[in-house]
């Protein structure tokens, strides 16, 4: 059974920061090199790339959005990744959902062929 879980959503005013988690539990975590990231869906908006990590760790990539603020990193050891937030604007708020894939590229296009996604955690970010 594959699991990702998020934590660490919440409410926070404009410029502040904000770090959410993700575990990633099953056993083909052990098996196959997923790269994981991160999405994000504003109401009434589709769900949109934010970052992404490899599984080594040697390669991420972010919107251009976020790009500057937001970082990305993995614990391998833990099989968790984060994404640190700083400088958090109105347009930040949304649900985030981690995602796991064994090719990357498929961060790039549909949603629809992401092979795992957690349940989300919800960032607001109040001016």
């Known amino acids: 059974q594959v699991l990702l879980e998020e934590s660490g959503g919440g409410v926070v005013q404009v410029g502040d920061s904000l770090r959410v988690s993700c575990a990633a539990s099953?056993?083909?975590?052990?098996?196959?090199?997923?790269?994981l990231g991160w999405f994000r869906q504003a109401p009434g908006k589709e769900r949109e790339f934010v970052a992404l990590i490899s599984w080594s760790g040697a390669t991420t990539r972010y919107a251009d959005s976020v790009k500057g603020r937001f970082t990305i990193s993995k614990d391998s050891a833990k099989k968790e990744v984060s994404l640190q937030m700083d400088s958090l604007k109105p347009e930040d708020t949304g649900e985030y959902y981690c995602?796991?894939?064994?090719?990357?590229?498929?961060?790039?296009?549909?949603?629809?062929?992401?092979?795992?996604w957690g349940q989300g955690t919800q960032v607001t970010v109040s001016s």
């Open positions: 099953g056993r083909i975590f052990s098996l196959v090199p997923f790269t």
């Open positions: 995602a796991a894939d064994a090719r990357t590229d498929h961060f790039m296009g549909s949603t629809s062929k992401i092979d795992y």
